[in-house]
């Protein structure tokens, strides 16, 4: 079987002042769910799931790249604009902690 390539799939840079760094976040550890929004404005900002604990942070640029939780599908300490907020609620169905109900969804707290 061959190995799986290395060659980064997206590749962007950050575009929030100077000296704030942005997380460093491993893309190829599989227990980790990530996601990358960027709005019109060019602010960025970056979700993170841990699999294994939900435990869930969205990192904004905006914000001096700060990490906020994510708790019962609420980010606590950052106000999200309506498109951020639809990014959001994609990234938390993906995981399948949070969107709607019905069958095979279930909402769970994530701390």
């Not at 002042?17 to 709005?39: K, L, R, T």
């Not at 708790?71 to 498109?83: F, R, S, T, W």
Request: some cysteine; hydrophobic content about 35%; overall charge negative.
């Amino acid at each position: 079987m061959n190995q799986p390539s290395r060659t980064p799939l997206f590749t962007v840079s950050n575009h929030h002042v100077s000296g704030e760094e942005p997380p460093q976040i491993d893309g190829d550890d599989p227990n980790i769910y990530h996601s990358y929004f960027e709005n019109r404005y060019g602010e960025q900002s970056l979700f993170v799931c841990r699999h294994d604990t939900k435990e869930a942070k969205i990192y904004s640029g905006d914000a001096g790249w700060a990490a906020f939780a994510v708790v019962d599908g609420q980010v606590h300490g950052l106000i999200l604009a309506p498109e951020e907020a639809v990014w959001l609620s994609a990234c938390l169905m993906a995981n399948g902690v949070g969107g709607p109900t019905g069958a095979g969804n279930s909402q769970r707290a994530l701390a």
